[in-house]
């Protein structure tokens, strides 16, 4: 048996024994996967609030309320275990990036599931008999535009897709559109019926609910960018935006 006093000292620059790196790769998959079923239960408490607002469905929405409690332990646990491995695993670079989006993002979905437990009180206060024959047509197009930002979003998270990530992004400005529109659409038929006051202002407030998620689900997609790319997209466009007419490239 060779003597260990010959044996070479391992240097500060040798490459990492292939058991402690394999076992950090997959407790980042599993933490990833962790963040999106989380976002799962988040956005399908979304899609019943609003389930429950179009039917008047009091039941549904004291459902949604009771589901918040979940999402907040989830979130707890997803941000103890991301502490846990900066902790012990000692993360650098890329790894440590991974870590503090997961981080990020897990404070902006369970945001997500406290927006749809807000619209889920509104539904338990409106005062209607029934459900209107007709809903505020910007309402609807919000409520179907923000679900379908929530589960490309849950997509592009999962599989680091910047190019989604970016379409996300530029959805938000139809979102912030709609939202204005909404404001007119409610003010107008206050005008008409002076009795739809307080169902008008809390219909109003639903849009400025789904505006709020769709804000995240941007903010979201702009860290997903970060994170294929290293792109920081909101700096960046901000740096266009305050360049010259004529000065949009670089020096040729």
Request: charged share 30%; with cysteine; glycine share 6%.
């Amino acid at each position: 048996m060779p003597n260990s006093s010959f044996l070479p000292t391992p240097s500060p620059g040798d490459e990492v024994p292939a058991g402690p790196r394999a076992t950090l790769d997959r407790a980042l998959v599993a933490l990833k996967k962790r963040l999106v079923a989380e976002g799962t239960i988040a956005v399908s408490m979304l899609e019943s609030a609003l389930e429950a607002l179009w039917k008047l469905d009091v039941a549904r929405a004291k459902e949604v309320r009771r589901n918040d409690d979940r999402v907040d332990r989830e979130e707890v646990e997803i941000e103890q275990e991301c502490y846990r491995l900066m902790t012990l695993q000692h993360p650098f670079a890329r790894d440590f990036r991974v870590l503090t989006f997961i981080l990020k993002v897990n404070g902006d979905l369970e945001r997500v599931a406290d927006h749809a437990t807000s619209i889920a009180k509104v539904t338990q206060r409106l005062e209607f008999d029934a459900p209107p024959r007709e809903w505020p047509t910007s309402l609807v197009e919000m409520g179907q535009r923000v679900t379908v930002m929530c589960h490309s979003l849950l997509r592009a998270v999962l599989d680091e897709d910047a190019m989604v990530a970016a379409q996300i992004v530029g959805e938000d400005k139809t979102i912030d559109v709609l939202e204005r529109r909404l404001f007119d659409e409610i003010e107008d038929l206050m005008r008409k019926d002076p009795g739809w006051v307080r169902n008008g202002l809390l219909m109003y407030r639903v849009g400025r609910e789904l505006e709020r998620v769709g804000d995240l689900m941007k903010n979201i997609a702009e860290d997903v960018i970060y994170l294929a790319t290293g792109s920081i997209v909101r700096h960046e466009s901000k740096r266009f935006a305050s360049r010259p007419a004529g000065q949009e490239s670089g020096p040729g």
